[in-house]
């Protein structure tokens, strides 16, 4: 079957469907889901899987991995969630990426609820565009090529909990559930006016905990040692890795320690996120950064950092140049011109082209911006071309591609 064959097919599948597609989205944007919280995010991969499974499409919940020694905090990360049109045995095939996890804690969706303005041509609400309207793309286009009967190959859907930190606990998944498959569409936030993204930095999310010596601040001030003046060091320490002109970043973003202003703080803590362009880069950053951490200014105080590289870059190898020429020829089928657009941000698209070397496109998901904030929207007008574009660019990978060869996903 023909391109335009196939347009003809989608076309009216989706003729109906934005109602039923705004609906879903207004109800997982009303559910919150911050990273760490495991119940809410959780939540919202069984409202995922039980409208898969009513689809016709096998669901898991992915048993998570053992907690590593060094990062406890993991214990408190949700599930990865898989739907399947086939058993594992029969591979992966054509892949469907989406994280479920939002940067906005709890409440957030009760006092910023789904709101869709049609005159404006915006919808907003946490996480709507970051990623959950990229969510809904991927059930509503796997049904419908389900539905259709139109794909020979097997599809596999994946809903993460973990990619606003890099996904720690969802690329060891994604090296059983996804290697070997023939090409991936991430549906983070597409950019306004037809932008997808065939190259995005990597990144690394570390974890520095530091011990000091309690004491009473007046009297007995010299008998402290301070985590918080070490951890002061430390920041001013990583800072002089930032590296603009080659987009090497090193962000202490959040910090917590002491126990009151009149004691010397016996304990510190803080989050380091670090975005690289090569992976060589940022293993090299991390190294230096644990280089840092080692370092005492403070005697007496002693510092450990965890965590490292999480997200390699999506770079635009030939297989990921072939596949964008396939999603071009889809947006051009249905009149939406598209282009490459590079991001300095960091997703999952990372891990299935670098590592798993599986032609990957992102970005594909409905246009918006403002995430990560308040002002983040979504475009509703591109919901619909954007689930047909999708759609058709499985439709063709499925037909001219291999499965990518199978590889060790250590390799990170």
């Given at each position: 079957?023909?391109?335009?064959?196939?347009?003809?097919?989608?076309?009216?599948?989706?003729?109906?469907?934005?109602?039923?597609?705004?609906?879903?989205?207004?109800?997982?944007?009303?559910?919150?889901?911050?990273?760490?919280?495991?119940?809410?995010?959780?939540?919202?991969?069984?409202?995922?899987?039980?409208?898969?499974?009513?689809?016709?499409?096998?669901?898991?919940?992915?048993?998570?991995?053992?907690?590593p020694a060094d990062e406890p905090w993991m214990a408190t990360l949700g599930n990865v969630f898989t739907a399947r049109t086939h058993p594992?045995?029969?591979?992966?095939?054509?892949?469907?990426?989406?994280?479920?996890?939002?940067?906005?804690?709890?409440?957030?969706?009760?006092?910023?609820?789904?709101?869709?303005?049609?005159?404006?041509?915006?919808?907003?609400?946490?996480?709507?565009?970051d990623m959950k309207a990229g969510i809904v793309q991927n059930m509503f286009v796997a049904r419908a090529l389900k539905e259709l009967g139109l794909i020979r190959a097997p599809m596999t859907l994946t809903f993460s909990p973990d990619e606003e930190l890099g996904s720690p606990s969802s690329t060891p998944i994604f090296g059983e559930q996804l290697?070997?498959?023939?090409?991936?569409?991430?549906?983070e936030a597409g950019y306004p006016g037809g932008?997808?993204?065939?190259?995005?930095?990597?990144?690394?999310?570390m974890l520095l905990e530091i011990r000091g010596k309690a004491a009473h601040a007046g009297r007995c001030?010299?008998?402290?040692?301070?985590?918080?003046?070490e951890l002061a060091h430390k920041i001013l320490a990583f800072d002089k890795h930032v590296d603009l002109p080659n987009e090497t970043t090193v962000n202490t973003g959040l910090i917590t320690g002491g126990t009151s202003a009149n004691s010397v703080a016996p304990h510190a803590a803080a989050r380091i996120h670090i975005t690289f362009r090569t992976l060589e880069t940022g293993r090299r950053l991390a190294q230096a950064l644990r280089d840092e951490a080692a370092r005492v200014s403070i005697p007496g105080t002693s510092s450990h950092l965890s965590g490292g590289v999480?997200?390699?870059?999506?770079?635009?190898?030939?297989?990921?140049?072939?596949?964008?020429?396939?999603?071009?020829?889809?947006?051009?089928?249905?009149?939406?011109p598209l282009h490459s657009e590079r991001s300095r941000g960091t997703a999952e698209s990372g891990y299935t082209a670098s590592v798993l070397g599986v032609p990957t496109v992102c970005s594909m998901g409905p246009e918006g911006s403002g995430l990560h904030s308040p002002e983040e929207y979504m475009i509703?007008?591109?919901?619909?071309?954007?689930?047909?574009?999708?759609?058709?660019?499985?439709?063709q990978a499925a037909e001219m591609f291999a499965p990518a060869p199978r590889v060790n996903p250590d390799l990170l």
């Amino acid at each position: 079957m023909e391109l335009a064959q196939w347009k003809e097919r989608i076309d009216a599948w989706f003729a109906d469907k934005e109602p039923e597609m705004l609906a879903l989205l207004e109800r997982l944007v009303n559910m919150d889901s911050f990273t760490s919280d495991a119940e809410h995010v959780n939540r919202v991969g069984e409202t995922i899987c039980a409208w898969m499974r009513d689809a016709g499409f096998r669901t898991e919940k992915i048993a998570k991995a053992p907690v590593p020694a060094d990062e406890p905090w993991m214990a408190t990360l949700g599930n990865v969630f898989t739907a399947r049109t086939h058993p594992h045995e029969a591979g992966p095939g054509i892949v469907f990426l989406a994280h479920m996890d939002t940067v906005f804690p709890a409440g957030t969706a009760a006092a910023r609820p789904f709101r869709l303005d049609r005159e404006a041509d915006r919808a907003t609400g946490p996480g709507v565009t970051d990623m959950k309207a990229g969510i809904v793309q991927n059930m509503f286009v796997a049904r419908a090529l389900k539905e259709l009967g139109l794909i020979r190959a097997p599809m596999t859907l994946t809903f993460s909990p973990d990619e606003e930190l890099g996904s720690p606990s969802s690329t060891p998944i994604f090296g059983e559930q996804l290697n070997g498959a023939i090409a991936a569409i991430c549906s983070e936030a597409g950019y306004p006016g037809g932008g997808v993204t065939l190259e995005r930095k990597g990144s690394g999310h570390m974890l520095l905990e530091i011990r000091g010596k309690a004491a009473h601040a007046g009297r007995c001030y010299e008998e402290g040692a301070s985590a918080i003046l070490e951890l002061a060091h430390k920041i001013l320490a990583f800072d002089k890795h930032v590296d603009l002109p080659n987009e090497t970043t090193v962000n202490t973003g959040l910090i917590t320690g002491g126990t009151s202003a009149n004691s010397v703080a016996p304990h510190a803590a803080a989050r380091i996120h670090i975005t690289f362009r090569t992976l060589e880069t940022g293993r090299r950053l991390a190294q230096a950064l644990r280089d840092e951490a080692a370092r005492v200014s403070i005697p007496g105080t002693s510092s450990h950092l965890s965590g490292g590289v999480r997200l390699p870059p999506l770079l635009p190898t030939a297989g990921v140049q072939r596949f964008f020429e396939l999603v071009r020829q889809a947006g051009d089928a249905i009149g939406v011109p598209l282009h490459s657009e590079r991001s300095r941000g960091t997703a999952e698209s990372g891990y299935t082209a670098s590592v798993l070397g599986v032609p990957t496109v992102c970005s594909m998901g409905p246009e918006g911006s403002g995430l990560h904030s308040p002002e983040e929207y979504m475009i509703p007008s591109t919901l619909v071309p954007r689930c047909k574009i999708a759609a058709l660019a499985a439709l063709q990978a499925a037909e001219m591609f291999a499965p990518a060869p199978r590889v060790n996903p250590d390799l990170l």
